[in-house]
């Protein structure tokens, strides 16, 4: 099989609404797209750039794909695992993790292509379809209640609701939001590192009756010692923590499993944070062996990169929730395809690779 061409391009798309979290509000998002041509087959991915998570712009993910692309045009190989396998060798010339990502998800949509399989049955299916959350941004209480209950008349059965700006006003929130809904739906929560072990204190002090799922990392990277403090004299009520901001890569994931001290029960694991599939099912499979849940997340993203997230996400045993929500924010997507949304929960496609088509 030869390599006939590598092709990149950039696209601004704005967001169905702005939405805010504890650090900015966001309007558009910045998106890359990758094309591997291989003879009549053709292998698809996208980046989701963004310094605050993944240390890079599009910008500098686009000149890494370029540099990438030089290498790759006219190599002639045996089959595109081969190219996974050269794909750590380049990380000098790819140095951002959703550059990374981009290609490497080409490279295994193009490899299941070859096998004539959708991804996850390439991969192995490990977990039945799930339901994913879908985010509500930090918003004015009557907002954050008519978008909870719009997002529940679509279909969705589990929301996250962002936090940590004001422990008082997320409460509130939460509370109003819980009113409305009733309790059959799955409430997760994410003050992005927004508070300190005072405010996490009240919190759950103040959360308990709530029945909250999750609670995503609220504390700064490197300060998980605020959440011990914040959980003396707790009882087991206390929602799980989910480490976010301090796990990126395969790095991060071993640092967190040799800390006997981890108050984190899972891990928030994203293909644009660890740069890829390939790096993202050796997370999995380290979280799998420490019995640690996995949430899958994203960005905002096309869901061409949201598909190649859950092709991986249904293929590790230690997949527990899914937030994989960040193509609905989305005002139009050049990609179609990839999953279907069915009661809440994300199924991928019985077509080959990811099942994706690009306009």
Not at 215 to 223: A, K, L, N, S, T
Request: hydrophobic content about 45%; aromatic content about 4%; overall charge negative.
């Amino acid at each position: 099989m030869r390599i006939d061409g590598v092709e990149s391009w950039r696209e601004r798309i704005p967001l169905r609404e702005p939405y805010t979290i504890a650090s900015e509000t966001f309007a558009d998002v910045d998106l890359l797209f990758v094309r591997i041509v291989a003879g009549a087959r053709v292998g698809h991915g996208s980046a989701s750039p963004a310094p605050e998570v993944t240390g890079e712009t599009v910008e500098a993910a686009a000149v890494a794909v370029e540099a990438m692309a030089s290498r790759l045009h006219g190599d002639e190989i045996a089959s595109a695992r081969d190219l996974l396998a050269a794909l750590p060798d380049v990380d000098d010339a790819i140095a951002g993790p959703a550059a990374r990502a981009a290609l490497d998800m080409a490279l295994w949509d193009l490899l299941a292509k070859e096998r004539g399989l959708p991804l996850i049955d390439l991969l192995g299916r490990a977990v039945a379809p799930l339901p994913t959350s879908v985010t509500l941004g930090i918003q004015p209480l009557e907002d954050a209640v008519r978008a909870a209950r719009e997002r529940v008349a679509e279909g969705f059965r589990a929301l996250k609701v962002k936090l940590g700006r004001d422990v008082g006003a997320d409460v509130e929130r939460l509370a109003s939001i819980r009113a409305a809904v009733g309790p059959g739906i799955a409430l997760r929560t994410d003050p992005n590192m927004g508070y300190d072990s005072a405010a996490l204190r009240r919190f759950l002090d103040d959360t308990r009756a709530l029945g909250l799922e999750l609670c995503e990392q609220p504390v700064p990277r490197g300060r998980d010692d605020q959440i011990a403090l914040a959980m003396r004299g707790l009882d087991a009520t206390a929602p799980p923590f989910v480490a976010d901001e301090s796990l990126h890569d395969l790095a991060d994931a071993r640092a967190l499993v040799a800390n006997a001290r981890s108050p984190y029960a899972a891990w928030n694991l994203k293909l644009m944070k660890c740069g890829g599939v390939t790096p993202a099912r050796t997370i999995a499979a380290l979280a799998a062996s420490h019995d640690i849940g996995l949430m899958w997340g994203c960005n905002d993203e096309s869901r061409l990169s949201i598909a190649g997230a859950l092709h991986v996400a249904l293929a590790s045993p230690a997949t527990r929730w899914l937030d994989l929500d960040g193509s609905f924010d989305l005002s139009r997507d050049p990609a179609r395809g990839g999953f279907e949304l069915v009661d809440g929960c994300l199924r991928t496609l019985d077509a080959p690779g990811l099942g994706v088509e690009l306009d």
